[in-house]
């Protein structure tokens, strides 16, 4: 027994709720699981878990531990992967964390070139809530700027800058009035990204303001785009976004000098007391990628 393997025999059990599961995870036995706690609070003197036949309880000792001891581990295992990094080739798994509009159309994008030029990097993409604090069980933390965070613990660094602009399907646009101005925008049906509030005003370059007002609200940018496509309305957001979709002709710009004021991806990942390669090179290949060609960005209009 040793206290890295029991730790995270029972880091496992308390994510999956089970031994079951959490042998399986571990690729061992519920037997050997069980004296492995067993041992553990042996060691600590204090009660983990309650166990039952059917339920496993997790104590507030036991929330203490998992809470420190979940880092401490990521750290231990970052540590050996970066070890081995130095002479070999990196690997290990790297935590990226990012709101489901960002991950789907801006992450996705880039992690099938990432993964051949680092084969034995795992990745785990957590979906997080837009406005959501970093998470320290993250290895990067993907936003727009979160003005109002200041953490010691934690770096910041702007991945890459994208506009907005409007964009509608060939049919929308035949069968609707036309569009030469701004002002004619406002006789038009907008796809609106947000919870709620069927009219939004946005702001554009040189400071000009615009209400938007539609039929169709989603936080899906998945919905959003198919709409648009669909020809149920206009979108707001950027060109990069809906690159697959200019590129096959199913959407194509509207008033396309008309743009908001260039905005920020962010990338957040916490001061460590050793160098985290594969966080260093995610974000290297993500802002070199960025840089040429342009990125695929996942931002939707943003409402003042």
């Not at 992450?107 to 406005?131: M, R």
């Not at 950027?238 to 690159?243: A, F, G, L, P």
């Not at 060609?293 to 003042?304: A, K, M, N, V």
């Given at each position: ?277 594969k966080t260093k090179l995610f974000i290297d290949f993500i802002k070199q990628k960025s840089s040429h ?12």
């Open positions: 027994m040793d206290w890295i393997t029991c730790a995270n025999s029972f880091i496992t059990v308390v994510e999956h709720g089970s031994l079951a599961q959490a042998a399986n995870k571990l690729n061992t036995s519920s037997s050997a699981l069980s004296k492995r706690l067993s041992w553990l609070e042996k060691q600590l003197g204090v009660q983990l878990l309650k166990r039952t036949t059917r339920h496993l309880t997790v104590t507030d000792a036991g929330q203490l531990f998992y809470q420190r001891s979940a880092l401490l581990v990521n750290d231990w295992q970052q540590m050996l992967a970066e070890t081995t990094a130095t002479y070999g080739e990196v690997g290990g798994i790297l935590r990226l964390g990012a709101p489901l509009a960002t991950g789907s159309r801006l992450i996705v994008n880039y992690l099938t070139e990432f993964s051949q030029c680092y084969p034995k990097i795992k990745i785990e993409l957590h979906t997080v809530t837009a406005g959501q604090l970093p998470d320290l069980n993250l290895d990067v933390f993907i936003s727009r700027e979160i003005t109002e965070f200041n953490s010691c613990s934690y770096i910041a660094t702007k991945l890459l800058s994208y506009q907005n602009g409007f964009y509608a399907a060939p049919a929308y646009l035949e069968n609707n009035l036309p569009i030469t101005t701004p002002e004619q925008l406002c006789q038009h049906n907008y796809l609106l990204f947000g919870e709620q509030n069927h009219q939004q005003d946005h702001t554009f370059e040189n400071n000009q303001r615009l209400r938007l007002q539609g039929n169709f609200i989603t936080t899906n940018p998945e919905v959003l785009v198919a709409g648009a496509v669909a020809g149920m309305g206009l979108i707001l957001t950027s060109s990069q976004t809906i690159k697959r979709e200019l590129d096959n002709g199913l959407l194509v710009p509207v008033l396309p000098t008309l743009k908001q004021p260039t905005d920020a991806i962010y990338a957040y990942y916490p001061k460590l007391n050793y160098h985290h390669v060609p342009r990125p695929t960005i996942t931002t939707f209009g943003t409402q003042d």
